[in-house]
T-cell receptor, first 111, second 112 residues
């Protein structure tokens, strides 16, 4: 089976812009979770989607949002980018919030 | 809330040395426990997992045993290789909450 794929792999944006990241889960997986990884804060949970519904949410401001489509693909959006949003954004898929398999990540740089 | 504490790095070992990375957790229920590994420039790879007390997860020579009495899940390998150089993360997930809780990671460097 193909693994989790994320696009794009690298992004450079400027403050105030918005960005959309995409994640395609492993075939058959219905749960997609998103995480932010930074050197200072480590790995932090953003949100989880299951069957197109947000099932769980971390402690991030409303500028961070996501959605899931009927084919389980997921997108996350960050509006009004801040310098502190520079991070590696990781997507993980699972059958039902159990063992999670991660994609390679999207490296976002905000200038 | 739930949390994971793992030993601070970096850890530097010579090839063929014995590796232990300590991990302890705090949880209200009965979590599943995981070790993930991250190589430079990559995402996280699942290394091993254990879902209940006394379970032993193993993969690629790495092992970890779920110890409920000490709330620990220490990672061990008998003989490390240069290719094991990476950052190792201990994590837990509880119930169907959908979110892994990670330790801060331990960077391992293995010298030839």
């Amino acid at each position: 089976k193909a693994g989790v794929t994320q696009t794009p792999r690298y992004l450079i944006k400027t403050r105030g812009q918005q960005v959309t990241l995409s994640c395609s889960p492993i075939s058959g997986h219905r749960s997609v979770s998103w995480y932010q990884q930074t050197p200072g804060q480590g790995l932090q949970f953003l949100f989880e989607y299951f069957s197109e519904t947000q099932r769980n949410k971390g402690n991030f401001p409303g500028r961070f949002s996501g959605r899931q489509f009927s084919n389980s693909r997921s997108e996350m959006n960050v509006s009004t980018l801040e310098l502190g949003d520079s991070a590696l954004y990781l997507c993980a898929s699972s059958l039902n919030s159990d063992t999670q398999y991660f994609g390679p990540g999207t490296r976002l740089t905000v200038l | 809330g739930d949390s994971v504490t793992q030993m601070e790095g970096p850890v530097t070992l010579s090839e063929e040395a014995f590796l232990t990375i300590n991990c302890t957790y705090t949880a209200t229920g009965y979590p599943s426990l995981f070790w993930y590994v991250q190589y430079p420039g990559e995402g996280l790879q699942l290394l091993l997992k254990a879902t209940k007390a006394d379970d032993k997860g193993s993969n690629k020579g790495f092992e970890a045993t779920y110890r409920k009495e000490t709330t620990s899940f220490h990672l061990e390998k008998g003989s490390v290789q240069v290719s094991d150089s990476a950052v190792y993360f201990c994590a837990l997930i509880e119930g169907s909450q959908g979110n892994l809780i990670f330790g801060k990671g331990t960077k391992l460097s293995v010298k030839p």
